[in-house]
């Protein structure tokens, strides 16, 4: 079956560029996750969408980042006025449940992105 | 808080020889644990999850991990390694903290190198 899918691959942009990445997730998983994988910070957790419920917006490192989901599927992470930190790899994750339930997470390929 | 810790970098064995990547974690209740791999630009895919079920999980590809409650571990093994083993391996528990939504907490990630 289809896994999660994201766009695009890979971003070049230049610094104080906005940036959106686009994530799909498994049809009928109800969570979803940003995570950022940085060489100097390794993986880090940024939002989490569960339902109808209102997101964790917990780990997003500034307010230059947002994130929405519309209709419970689709997901769009948008950066605003990119700097050169944030040159990193965007992941998606969806799982059947989320809350602390031990459903394992699918992850995307990601989506590459530098900053200029 | 909850917290993972794996033990090296960089691991590098022979072909056929035993693989061993360790982890430790930090959990104040029962942990939910993951050993996710990650091939170079693809996103993490589950090896194996730890649920309480079984102290000893066994996963795709060979590996299997045992929970060790008394020693906080969480150790991946395989007995033989493979050439197509070569990847980054990650340690990851699931949050069950205050806001409960499952988001996973990494360890740094270990490098297998494996020797022809």
């Known amino acids: 079956g289809a896994g999660v899918s994201q766009s695009p691959s890979n971003k070049v942009t230049e610094k104080g560029k906005d940036v959106e990445l686009r994530c799909d997730p498994i049809?009928?998983?109800?969570?979803l996750y940003w995570y950022r994988q940085s060489l100097g910070q390794g993986l880090e957790f940024l939002i989490y969408?569960?339902?109808?419920?209102?997101?964790?917006k917990s780990g997003l490192p500034s307010d230059r980042f947002s994130a929405e989901r519309t209709g419970g599927s689709v997901s769009t992470l948008t950066i605003q006025r990119t700097q050169q930190e944030d040159s990193a790899v965007y992941l998606c994750?969806?799982?059947?449940?989320?809350?602390?339930?031990?459903?394992?997470?699918?992850f995307g390929d990601g989506t590459r992105l530098s900053i200029l | 808080a909850q917290s993972v810790t794996q033990l090296g970098s960089h691991v590098s064995v022979s072909e056929g020889a035993l693989v061993l990547l360790r982890c430790n974690y930090s959990s104040s209740v029962p942990p939910y644990l993951f050993w996710y791999v990650q091939y170079p630009n693809q996103g993490l895919q589950l090896l194996l999850k730890?649920?309480?079920?079984?102290?000893l999980v066994k996963g795709i590809n060979g590996f299997e991990a045992e929970f060790k409650k008394s020693e906080t571990s969480f150790h991946l093994t395989k007995p033989s390694a493979h050439m197509s083993d070569a990847a980054e391996y990650f340690c990851a528990v699931s949050d069950q903290g205050s806001s409960n939504t499952g988001k996973l907490i990494f360890g740094q990630g270990t490098t297998l190198q494996v020797k022809p």
């Open positions: 730890y649920t309480s079920a079984a102290t």
């Open positions: 994750a969806s799982s059947l449940v989320g809350s602390g339930v031990n459903q394992p997470q699918h």
């Open positions: 969408f569960q339902g109808n419920s209102a997101p964790d």
């Open positions: 049809s009928g998983h109800t969570a």
